[in-house]
């Protein structure tokens, strides 16, 4: 059974620039969530996405921004990038919402963004 | 104060020993107690899901969840270097909130 794929990988964007980050869930899960990973503030939850719309949000600015497609499939956004926005961006997949008995979070390897 | 607090370490080990990891919080609400290990340069992977207060193990791994004192516990027996990992102590209301993360190499 395939896991979550994020894609991708690596990117490296200068300050203003915009990026588009992409996830597909493990095949069957409905819901994606991603975080935001750096080594002073740890793992933050940015948003989860189910049945294609955005179920949950973190404390993150407006220029954070996701979607899910109908395959489950999700994308996040982040425009004018910040020096500070250069993290590791994980996204997890759960066959229902995470906070109820089927929300087991499954990650992907993530996407580490370095801003210039 | 952080809702999840765990020690950053780092715990160093002999091979074959007990690792014993621990992680407190605040808030009443959350329900789901999570284990993950993550290696360098990799997503954090789930090693253990717990509802209730009380034991579960998965093989060499024991985890504990004492509601009333809102303490959890991961132990791992018989440590092999390949458990050399940063483990990440998750709770869960309606998103996950993370401890920092705790450093453990086994040393061979």
């Known amino acids: 059974k395939a896991g979550v794929t994020q894609t991708p990988r690596y990117l490296i964007k200068t300050r203003g620039q915009q990026v588009t980050l992409s996830c597909s869930p493990i095949s069957g899960h409905r819901s994606v969530s991603w975080y935001q990973q750096t080594p002073g503030q740890g793992l933050q939850f940015l948003f989860e996405?189910?049945?294609?719309?955005?179920?949950n949000k973190g404390n993150f600015p407006g220029r954070f921004s996701g979607r899910q497609f109908s395959n489950s499939r999700s994308e996040m956004n982040v425009s004018t990038l910040e020096l500070g926005d250069s993290a590791l961006y994980l996204c997890?997949?759960?066959?229902?919402?995470?906070?109820?008995?089927?929300?087991?979070?499954?990650f992907g390897e993530g996407s580490r963004l370095t801003v210039l | 104060q952080k809702e999840v607090e765990q020690d950053p370490g780092p715990l160093s080990v002999p091979e074959g020993a007990i690792v014993s990891l621990n992680c407190t919080y605040s808030n009443s609400a959350f329900q789901y107690f999570m284990w993950y290990r993550q290696y360098s340069r990799k997503g954090p992977e789930l090693l253990m899901y717990t509802y209730s207060s009380g034991n579960k193990e998965d093989g060499r791994f024991t985890a504990q969840v004492d509601k009333s004192s809102k303490y959890i516990s991961l132990f791992i027996r018989d440590s092999q270097p390949s458990d050399s990992a940063t483990y990440l102590c998750?709770?869960?209301?309606?998103?996950?909130?993370f401890g920092a993360g705790t450093t453990v190499t086994v040393r061979a």
């Open positions: 998750a709770m869960q209301d309606y998103k996950l909130s």
């Open positions: 997890a997949s759960s066959l229902g919402l995470a906070g109820t008995g089927t929300g087991e979070l499954f």
């Open positions: 996405y189910f049945s294609e719309t955005q179920r």
